[in-house]
């Protein structure tokens, strides 16, 4: 998809900090980080987001699972703890419309999910 701002991420036509990619998958930086760390996962495939998914194989989805969890123990929050979250649609506003999983740690964070 060319006017995706993640796909543009993905091509390096707009600049991120990688923390991580493989065959399927790329994890970088957030811009705006809501926690001390801050990463989003995102398959390198556009696919816009949980509504479709059903349209996806369970090895890309299982694939961006796993790829959280290996961040996550990459940057030192296996004992610590953390959060992925992952937004669909406007209720949840969701603002980038390519499946993304944000992973939120290094601190405590709050005990509010909405
Ligand atoms: P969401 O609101 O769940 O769709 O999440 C989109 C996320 O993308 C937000 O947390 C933004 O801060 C983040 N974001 C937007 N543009 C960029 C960018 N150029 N590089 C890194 N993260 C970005
Ligand atoms: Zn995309």
């Known amino acids: 998809m060319n006017d995706c701002l993640f796909c543009k991420i993905i091509s390096g036509e707009i600049p991120s900090k990688k923390i991580y990619e493989d065959d399927l998958t790329y994890a970088f930086a957030d811009i705006a980080p809501q926690a ?28 961006l699972m796993r790829t959280a969890a290996i961040v996550a123990k990459q940057e030192g929050l296996e004992e610590t703890g953390y959060r992925i979250v992952s937004n669909c649609g406007p209720d949840a506003r969701q603002t980038v419309p390519h499946f993304h999983l944000h992973i939120l740690g290094g601190k405590e964070l709050s005990e509010k999910m909405a």
């Not at 390198?44 to 998914?53: D, I, M, N, R, Y």
């Open 36 to 63: 001390p760390v801050h990463i989003l996962v995102i398959p390198k495939k556009h696919v816009t987001g949980w509504s479709a998914v059903m349209g996806e194989s369970d090895e890309l989805l299982a694939h």
